[in-house]
């Protein structure tokens, strides 16, 4: 929850939390009002929405498991109109998690501006006064 809050902190920036939650939306409570409350979106109920089918699992503790879907790929409002396409790779070699891959656009949001340098300091007297004694007189 705390980490929703320091996000929001941010202001409206494209953000995403990824990872391996060890929960889905049923299990968490901070996980479910996240992704019902109209601030972020699932990867995987956006492609579930767009395609019709069943969201799939990805972790799979045992060979004979049925599985569970705790891999998310969370974006808030401003990063998820850059989505295109989330699927999950069922090769499972190395871990017991299988791959999740999404594809953005990500040229949707770049954003262009000013960026204002701040000045120097002064450099120190003896670099910009005149050594002609005479020529500071006038």
Known sequence: Q??????????????????????NEDASPTVFSATHGGHWQDAA???HTRDGLPMENTCYVRETSRGS?????LMNRQ???TFREYWVQNNRSISVH?????????????QCG???FLPKAFPE???WEDPDAEAEKY
């Open 69 to 73: 879907r705790i891999d998310h790929f």
């Open 45 to 47: 109920l956006l492609q």
């Open 125 to 127: 007297k003896e670099t």
């Open 2 to 23: 705390d980490l929703f809050k320091y996000i929001a902190s941010l202001g409206e920036v494209p953000c995403c939390l990824l990872g391996d939650l060890n929960t």
């Open 98 to 110: 299988c791959l999740v891959h999404i594809s953005l656009e990500i040229e949707a949001i770049s």
């Open 114 to 116: 000013k960026r204002f």
């Open 79 to 81: 990063l998820a109109g």
